[in-house]
């Protein structure tokens, strides 16, 4: 039978990837996590994940939401959305900090009006990024 408080499957102990991804606010709602699966934004343990592929405890799920890469572990699945002291017992968190305001700021802004860039521009844009 199914834990009603915490929304958790405890005869199966899975949940699907992105129900699960919504019940612990990692987005801010279920059919944002479904079309990031979708568009191949969420990978568990490496591989990319459909909406409806489930997640176990130990997992590692991959989602790059909102200009950043997050990076958790599961710890519990659960299939309800949960309270946020409760969710953030339901993951662990490893992914790399958020870019400062300074670093953000760093990404070149052209003019509004001026067109693609030529080719003598892309490479000043490319060496400036260090590549």
Same mark, same amino acid.
């Given at each position: ?16 990837? %992105?129900?699960?991804?919504? #019940?612990?606010?990692?987005? @801010? ?20 994940? @459909? ?7 130990? %997992? ?16 519990? +699945? ?16 490893? #992914?790399?900090?958020? +870019? ?14 001026? =067109?693609?860039?030529? @080719? ?9 990024? =260090?590549?």
């Amino acid at each position: 039978m199914a834990d009603e408080a915490t929304g958790t499957g405890a005869e199966t102990g899975t949940a699907r990837v %992105d129900a699960w991804i919504w #019940s612990v606010r990692l987005t @801010k709602t279920r059919s944002v996590a479904a079309t990031a699966c979708r568009a191949g934004h969420v990978k568990v343990n490496g591989e990319r994940a @459909k909406p409806a592929q489930a997640v176990r405890a130990g %997992d590692e799920v991959r989602l790059f939401h909102a200009g950043r890469e997050r990076i958790v572990v599961v710890k519990r +699945p659960v299939t309800k959305r949960v309270g946020a002291p409760v969710a953030a017992e339901c993951f662990v968190d490893n #992914s790399p900090p958020a +870019p400062t305001r300074i670093e953000a700021e760093v990404v070149g802004v052209r003019d509004r009006g001026t =067109g693609r860039p030529t @080719k003598r521009d892309r490479r000043e844009i490319e060496s400036l990024r =260090g590549r």
